[in-house]
């Protein structure tokens, strides 16, 4: 069972930057404006922003099983029909329904963990799922630099979506049986939709700016104004959703997990590694290739050791004794930290292969030290009946956290090259940004994982015994 849905989470995971790495080669061979090109990377993130606590709703309310299912078929679906895409307009269509199939999909895999495993089983089970969740990306370099290079029967970069059906298929026959239950009856209260618009349209306006905003030459301000108006809509979403709640009505997201001691923190931090991650897997790649002339495959090869290191942490973690796990979520960000300080410090003239392979070895070890465990406490914080609430702050909150980390720590280091910056002035600010986040996700772990306040004690008082009159 957790091979099934941890290969449909590293499908989803994956196709970003399978489609990243095959966008040169999808530019070659359709024709189509620059916007349409860029809808072709970005389709995808968008639809999944937009519906994934919707993804998550839907999988309470009819079984998680049943929309991990639906939501593999209609990826499956949605990846044979990007592979035979025959241009650029069916091509984003495409990748729009494989991101909303996606936010159907992935939500629902934390779900079920939670749901079906218990104890140190459920601890294995998630460092598995957080080593998925984080390598994805950088999985999909390799895999998409690997498939376009072969060009296997001349399909170029249509190999790099079309490998998504046959494993869909298989995926979807096994799930029929190892995600066998009983059938869930759907609560009598339906889907809550002035929810799903009001957060679909906050995240789009969030989203949308931060994806797209650079590459269509928004101007700053606008971009501004957008971010600002989907941070809004946010609020009005979770003060809908709290008064929705009181009146004892279902909401689309439940936010009261977040009132839970640690909760808001421990999410907070995974946000931060995650976002820091995902910026320095962006620098770094440009860093290779732009810099010092890596081809796609060759910089995705150059960053195997960092998901080495966070396989075997992320494995290691769960055996450990409870007192050293304790720690582990405020020390892994601060050694990332220092694994991303040096490196750009000794980068600045060239790779030092066996130095950096070394160090990204620690960095990919720190980032599942400071990850899996606050997952797992999580998990064991949050009740399983509000399985899915967690399951879409997670998602939701780390997809934020990549685009956010993507364009402030990537957008420095564009901003620099731009003016003309080289060695140590163009890699060290971006450096120094990502390791003053991680501290402060450090600080959040560190509050997440303080004990609850205790009861306020309350002291009993002898009663006198009644009088009895005789």
Do not use: K
Request: overall charge positive; some cysteine.
């Amino acid at each position: 069972m957790l091979a099934v849905l941890l290969t449909g989470q590293t499908m989803a995971s994956m196709d970003t930057s399978i489609a990243a790495v095959a966008a040169p080669a999808i530019r070659a061979d359709l024709a189509g404006p620059p916007a349409v090109q860029q809808l072709v990377l970005a389709g995808y993130t968008l639809t999944f922003a937009v519906l994934v606590v919707t993804g998550a709703r839907l999988g309470a309310r009819h079984g998680y099983a049943r929309m991990f299912r639906l939501g593999l078929a209609g990826f499956t679906v949605a990846s044979l029909a990007c592979g035979l895409a025959p241009g650029p307009v069916a091509l984003v269509l495409a990748r729009a329904v494989q991101g909303a199939a996606g936010a159907v999909l992935v939500p629902q895999v934390l779900s079920l963990i939670q749901a079906r495993f218990a104890g140190a089983a459920r601890g294995r089970a998630i460092g598995a799922y957080s080593m998925v969740l984080a390598l994805g990306v950088a999985a999909g370099q390799v895999a998409g630099g690997l498939l376009v290079t072969l060009d296997l029967a001349g399909l170029t970069w249509r190999s790099a979506f079309l490998v998504n059906v046959p494993v869909g298929l298989v995926l979807w026959l096994v799930a029929r049986r190892v995600l066998a239950g009983p059938p869930v009856a759907p609560s009598g209260e339906g889907l809550d939709v002035p929810g799903v618009a009001l957060l679909s349209a906050a995240m789009l306006a969030l989203v949308l700016p931060l994806v797209l905003g650079r590459d269509l030459g928004w101007p700053g301000a606008a971009q501004a104004v957008a971010v600002a108006a989907g941070a809004v809509g946010l609020g009005l979403f979770v003060g809908y959703e709290t008064r929705r709640a009181r009146r004892g009505r279902d909401p689309l997201l439940d936010v009261a997990v977040l009132r839970r001691p640690g909760v808001a923190a421990g999410l907070l931090a995974c946000c931060v590694v995650m976002g820091c991650y995902a910026g320095f897997l962006f620098v770094l790649t440009l860093r290779l290739q732009d810099g010092l002339g890596f081809t796609a495959l060759a910089a995705g090869l150059a960053f195997l050791p960092y998901a080495s290191g966070f396989a075997l942490c992320g494995l290691a973690v769960p055996r450990l004794p409870e007192r050293i796990r304790g720690l582990l979520p405020v020390v892994g960000p601060l050694v990332l930290a220092a694994v991303v300080a040096v490196l750009a410090w000794t980068s600045r003239d060239g790779w030092p292969w066996p130095a950096g392979s070394g160090l990204l070895l620690a960095g990919g070890a720190a980032h599942a030290a400071a990850f899996s465990p606050l997952v797992g406490r999580l998990t064991g914080i949050v009740p399983v009946a509000s399985a899915a609430a967690l399951s879409a702050l997670v998602s939701t909150g780390t997809l934020l956290a990549a685009v956010l980390g993507v364009t402030a720590i990537g957008g420095l280091h564009l901003a620099l090259a731009a003016a003309g910056r080289s060695a140590a002035a163009l890699s060290v600010p971006p450096a120094a940004l990502t390791a003053a986040l991680l501290v402060t996700g450090a600080l959040a772990a560190h509050r997440a994982l303080r004990p609850p306040p205790a009861p306020p004690r309350v002291e009993h008082q002898p009663v006198a015994a009644p009088r009895v009159s005789g």
